[in-house]
């Protein structure tokens, strides 16, 4: 932390914490020098203001933008642009490994220029949690963990290696090994410090711990207190090296609880609940403050749970509050008595500790007391579904996808059992959602106790597998004596990291995928996750559940989507006696009183004490040590990006977009998944045809994922995934489009490669909410590789609309209820962008010219969406990673 050279307000104070000096930006002096009634601020937006009288310079942060956080109280909202710079950065290693790629790529560029490669170096603390690779392979085994880690690092060998070059070539970049847990809440549970420390010049100053992160769930962290979100790669890098982030101050939407959950409902319940509401609320961009009498009742997992699941919810943050429930989390997950005295006296005197007088640009309200059992699908998180409307619910969804009334039987070879549209295939104890949530879990070890001893068991085609967000989970179910009933129902132990939330679900058994494919079987997931978008959980499943740990364990018992919970026996006991549900659900108090016997802070000190050493697997790969990358040619893996090679030192400007192609039109709710899949790569597609082209054999095929180091890869998968629907294309699923004039069918990368040599400029047709989901760096890189110029929908969803800019592509926006369809956009018109070439400015009106095969010719209104003056020098550029580059050189 370098701090501004100005300080307008006169707020720079010293404060005692035992017996230690500190230095802090003290808000209550800024409210007597000037800023009146900053005091009744949201207290997400006082982490802000803290954020710019630190950082004042006159430069990146001057006096007005202080003094439009004051001014936000007169409307609750502002159009002012801000630049904050968060502490730190968090990465996974899907996103990890294009980022690091890409800082070699421009160490490179920078020594072609004849500079210092070594300016290139992050400049805040970077932490990258590797999450993301582990697969369920194996399930339902004693051995699946230890078989997965083995065959998780003979795929991944190669990636692991760079990245471990990586550690040694840059500062500030700290890598934690395969095999410890989920970053989110390697976040919650250990490296965040709620107000972070920091030396400058010999003395050490405290401001409140903040973060942005590659992953779109980085906003679980604001349970704990600590303002963090979901940017793209691209933006993280660009944060890496200095350059702050540009964002307009946001509108912040209190969310009021109320009262206490009832009997029988858990945190998951409760956070189907609230995505639902505030989805309904519409808070796309906006922080979303928690606050009420509430707030007692919710532990601070639950606050993770709900913070968690923002992105789903739709809103930058989900922010709770600095409280006892903050303090007693930091003691009981092991951090020293200090820090949680400095969090506490901090807060205080800051004002960010939980208080009611606070003045928001709009409430809303929950009496959690009225909160249900709910689970939410098929194909969207805030689908939400009450339980006790389940069965009617999916027979309904399964006849609306199919128009079939009569479900298809298909037999599965070598085994005495069949399975039917609605069997649930896999159940999925995973992702950082639930495996934050203690109460959860233990409710489901409890469930399975008790399924167990009533002599019930999982149905034979249920692929099962517990997938934890850190060792930690395991060291309480052990103690609690729990694991072992959860083993016996098939929830061994896979692996620590996201699994099947991501898709790495692993492969389902041959003779199940035959029988599906046979009678063309609906089959359903059911996991403990936060995604569910159609194509992401499994290719050979086509409805997705979410619900919490101890139903994921019901369902499997279950076996049918169909099935009522409520009414449907699970099966007899000893006596011959029907077994339902409520005879083996756990009760609130049961789960407390084993939480209580099997939790301490002891696991987790024990857990981190060595977090940097990683399995032996891990400490035996070795690397060359040196600060400039030897990239092998013949990689499939890592290949250096192509974004900095010949860049010119002057920007690129505003370049006309004249008579483009429409490479795809798609609908709504089209998700960074659909751009840009995580998961299998298909043996018949351009990805394939790449791999045969170097003998890549497909069981090595590993998924998209982990092929994010590879632009080759992930260029030919853009727009690739199986349930994607282009409307250029009728009657076709997955990444097909059509060749213009001559309206040919092909697949969307070879369509790419003709335009390209016809020098066709492209652009790309969206609806409501485009780019939804997690923060995928390279929905947008691809997009950009492919050669799409612009790309004009209904309305973008945050994270993916600023990573369009980040890679220099123009997001329109249209204007006046016009759309796709009123238009009559089949994708054999023209488009252009009338007079681009002369320049536009932030939310300008763009006018678009579109000419129809008929010879007919339209003018419409869009709008521009670039928001901010900072991400119009972006697109200028290029891209912010050209942009910081030429500033460095």
């Known amino acids: 932390m370098t701090p501004g050279t100005k300080n307008s307000y006169n707020t720079l104070k010293n404060i005692s914490i035992d017996n230690k000096e500190y230095k802090y930006y003290s808000l209550k002096e800024a409210e007597q020098n000037g800023l009146t009634g900053i005091s009744k601020l949201p207290k997400s937006l006082k982490v802000l ?44 290693d899907y996103t990890g490994i294009p980022a690091v790629a ?62 471990k070059w990586g550690q040694q070539a840059f500062n500030n970049f700290r890598i934690v090994p395969p095999g410890t847990g989920i970053c989110h809440q390697v976040n919650l549970e250990y490296l965040s410090k709620v107000v972070w420390t920091e030396e400058f010049e010999g003395e050490k100053y405290l401001f409140p711990d903040t973060l942005v992160g590659t992953d779109s769930h980085t906003t679980m962290v604001n349970g704990l207190s600590v303002l963090g979100w979901g940017v ?12 702050p982030i540009s964002m307009l101050i946001p509108e912040v939407i209190g969310f009021e609880v109320k009262n206490k959950m009832p009997e029988g409902t858990t945190a998951t319940d409760l956070v189907l609940t609230v995505v639902k509401m505030l989805r309904d609320k519409g808070v796309v961009g906006k922080f979303v403050e928690f606050y009420g009498v509430g707030l007692k009742n919710l532990t601070l997992a639950d606050r993770a749970t709900i913070a968690n699941m923002a992105p789903e919810y739709g809103a930058t943050c989900g922010f709770f509050p600095i409280d006892d429930e903050t303090l007693k989390y930091l003691k009981f997950s092991g951090r020293d008595q200090h820090t949680v005295d400095i969090v506490e006296k901090y807060a205080k005197e800051q004002g960010l500790w939980a208080s009611n007088e606070i003045e928001f640009t709009d409430t809303i309200s929950l009496d959690m007391s009225t909160v249900v059992p709910t689970i939410s699908g098929p194909k969207r998180p805030q689908d939400k579904v009450l339980l006790t409307e389940a069965a009617t619910s999916f027979k309904k969804v399964f006849e609306e996808a199919t128009s079939r009334k009569n479900q298809s039987i298909s037999k599965v070879s070598d085994t005495d059992y069949e399975i039917k549209d609605g069997s649930i295939l896999i159940a999925a104890i995973t992702s950082c959602t639930n495996t934050s949530n203690p109460n959860v879990l233990i409710g489901a070890g409890l469930l399975a106790k008790k399924a167990v001893e009533l002599g019930l068991k999982v ?15 395991t060291d309480y179910l052990e103690k609690a004596g729990l694991n072992t009933y959860l ?55 086509k409805a997705n559940y979410l619900a919490s740990p101890p139903l994921v364990v019901a369902y499997a018992l279950a076996g049918h989507m169909e099935f009522d919970l409520y009414k449907d026996a699970l099966g ?13 659900w756990p009760t609130n108090e049961e789960i407390e ?13 024990k857990r981190y004490s060595n977090v940097s050493e990683g399995p032996s697997q891990w400490q035996k790969i070795k690397t060359e040590e040196s600060s400039i990358y030897n990239w092998d040619e013949g990689s499939t893996y890592v290949k250096k990006p192509p974004f900095f090679d010949k860049l010119s030192d002057q920007p690129e400007g505003f370049k006309p977009i004249k008579d483009a192609r429409p490479l795809l039109i798609l609908g709504d709710m089209v998700t960074t998944d659909h751009i840009s899949p995580a998961g299998n790569i298909q043996k018949d597609s351009p990805t394939g045809e790449y791999f045969m082209e170097h003998q890549i054999l497909p069981k090595d095929y590993n998924s998209y994922g982990s092929r994010r180091g590879n632009h080759e890869v992930m260029m030919r998968g853009t727009f690739a995934n199986i349930r994607i629907r282009n409307e250029m294309a009728p009657g076709t699923e997955g990444g097909f489009t059509k060749l213009y004039p001559e309206e040919k069918v092909l697949p969307v990368y070879d369509a790419v490669v003709e335009y390209k040599k016809r020098g066709t400029d492209l652009v790309v047709i969206g609806g409501k909410e485009y780019g939804t989901g997690s923060s995928r760096d390279w929905a947008a890189k691809g997009t950009k590789l492919l050669g799409v110029k612009a790309v004009i929908a209904e309305s973008f969803e945050r994270i993916h609309r600023s990573n369009l800019i980040g890679m220099g592509i123009l997001p329109l926006q249209f204007k006046d209820n016009i759309n796709r369809k009123n238009l009559n956009l089949v994708g054999s018109e023209l488009i252009s962008v009338i007079g681009l070439e002369k320049g536009v400015n932030p939310s300008d009106e763009v006018s678009l010219e579109i000419k129809y095969a008929s010879g007919d010719i339209k003018k419409i209104k869009t709008l521009c969406r670039i928001d901010t003056k900072n991400e119009l020098e972006y697109y200028k550029n290029g891209g912010i990673l050209q942009y910081v580059l030429r500033n460095m050189i």
Not at 232 to 243: P, R, S, T
Not at 459 to 473: E, F, I
């Open 459 to 473: 149905k034979p085609w249920v692929k099962t597998s517990l997938a934890p967000g850190s060792q930690v989970v």
């Open 593 to 605: 009183d084993t939480l209580k016997q099997s939790l301490n802070a002891e696991m987790f000190i």
């Open 102 to 163: 890409d800082l070699a790529a421009m160490r490179e560029a920078v020594k072609d220029k004849n500079k210092d490669p070594n300016t290139i170096n992050p400049l805040s603390a970077v932490d990258l949690v590797i999450d993301h690779s582990v697969q369920v392979d194996k399930s339902a085994n004693s051995d699946s963990f230890e078989k997965n880690v083995d065959i998780e690092f003979e795929r991944n060998g190669e990636r692991y290696s760079f990245l």
């Open 49 to 92: 203001l803290e954020n710019l009288l630190r950082y004042e310079d006159d430069l990146s942060v001057n006096k007005n933008q202080i003094n439009s956080i004051k001014e936000w109280l007169k409307s609750k909202k502002s159009n002012t642009e801000i630049a904050y710079r968060p502490a730190r950065v968090l990465l996974q």
């Open 487 to 541: 083993d016996k129902l098939g929830f061994n132990l896979v692996g620590y990291g996201c699994t099947t939330c991501i898709g790495n679900s692993g492969p389902l058994p041959e003779n199940i995928v035959d029988a599906i494919q046979k009678e063309n079987i609906y089959a359903v997931s059911v996991l403990s996750g936060n995604r569910n978008f159609e194509g992401r959980i499994s290719p050979h499943i």
């Open 572 to 584: 007899k006991d000893k006596e011959g006696n029907s077994i339902y549900l409520k005879d083996i």
């Open 232 to 243: 793209g790669g691209i933006e993280a890098e660009a944060g890496m090296l200095g350059q």
